[in-house]
C-alpha cells in the first residue's frame, strides 16, 4: 500500500471512529436512535483487517454494519466484500451488512455492488451496498454530516483554494470540540494536498498535518 493510500485509510478511519452516527445516516438514511459500538476490526484470519465494523442496537434488534472506504473499483473487490462479510457474520453470529464508500468523484462507469460465481447450473451471487460519496455532496456543505466536512474537497469537481477555504469554514462552524476540530482540520490540509501545492496553503495548516502522525 502506498504512503499516500495509507494516510487517506487513516484519516477515515479516525472520521468513522469519531463520528460513528454521521456514517450511519449517511449509509442506512435513518432518524431512528441507534445504539453504535466499535467492534476490534482484527478477525482471526491472517492478513485480514476490515476498515471499520460497527455493531449496532436499534431496539432490541442487533446487527453489524461492516464499512469498506475505497477511493476507486478494484476487480478483486466483490469478492473481498464477499469473504468480510461471510468472515464477520461467522465471527461476531449477527447478521452482518457490508457497504463501500467510494471517495473520490470518477467519471467512469458505476461499480457493481454484487459478487457473483456460476458453474455448469449453480449460481451464487451475494450483493453489498454501494454509497458514492459525492452525491451527497449537498447535505455535507449544509452541515447535515459534521464528521465529514473535511473531505470536501475529495468530492467536488473543482480542486482549488476556495473549495480548502470553504472547508475550513465549515469545521469551525460545525465542531466544537478544540481537539477534534484540530484533528478535522490536519485531514482537510492533508487531502488538499493531494490537489494543491503545499505552499499554497497557510504556513499554520502545514504544521496541522503533524497532529495525527
Request: no cysteine; net charge neutral.
Amino acid at each position: 500500500m502506498s504512503a499516500e493510500k495509507a494516510s487517506l485509510d487513516l484519516n477515515f478511519k479516525y472520521l468513522a471512529r469519531n463520528y460513528s452516527e454521521d456514517f450511519l445516516k449517511l449509509v442506512l438514511n435513518s432518524s431512528e436512535p441507534l445504539r453504535i459500538h466499535h467492534e476490534d476490526k482484527e478477525l482471526n484470519i491472517p492478513q485480514l483487517r476490515a476498515d471499520n465494523i460497527y455493531i449496532v442496537e436499534q431496539g432490541t434488534k442487533r446487527f453489524v454494519l461492516h464499512l469498506e472506504f475505497q477511493l476507486e473499483h478494484r476487480k478483486d473487490l466483490p469478492q473481498r466484500m464477499f469473504q468480510y462479510n461471510a468472515l464477520i457474520e461467522a465471527s461476531l453470529r449477527l447478521p452482518t451488512y457490508s457497504v463501500i464508500i467510494y471517495l473520490e468523484r470518477k467519471r467512469q462507469l458505476p461499480p457493481p455492488n454484487a459478487y457473483q460465481k456460476t458453474q455448469f447450473n449453480l449460481s451464487h451471487t451475494f450483493t453489498y451496498s454501494v454509497v458514492r460519496l459525492w452525491e451527497h455532496l449537498p447535505r455535507i456543505r449544509k452541515g447535515e454530516l459534521p464528521g465529514l466536512a473535511p473531505v470536501l474537497i475529495l468530492l467536488t469537481e473543482e480542486k482549488s483554494l476556495d473549495v480548502y477555504r470553504e472547508t475550513k469554514a465549515l469545521i469551525k462552524k460545525l465542531e466544537a470540540d478544540p481537539e477534534k476540530r484540530d484533528a478535522q482540520l490536519a485531514i482537510a490540509a492533508a487531502l488538499a494536498g493531494r490537489y494543491l501545492d503545499i505552499s499554497e496553503l497557510p504556513k499554520e495548516d502545514i504544521q496541522m498535518l503533524q497532529i495525527l502522525d
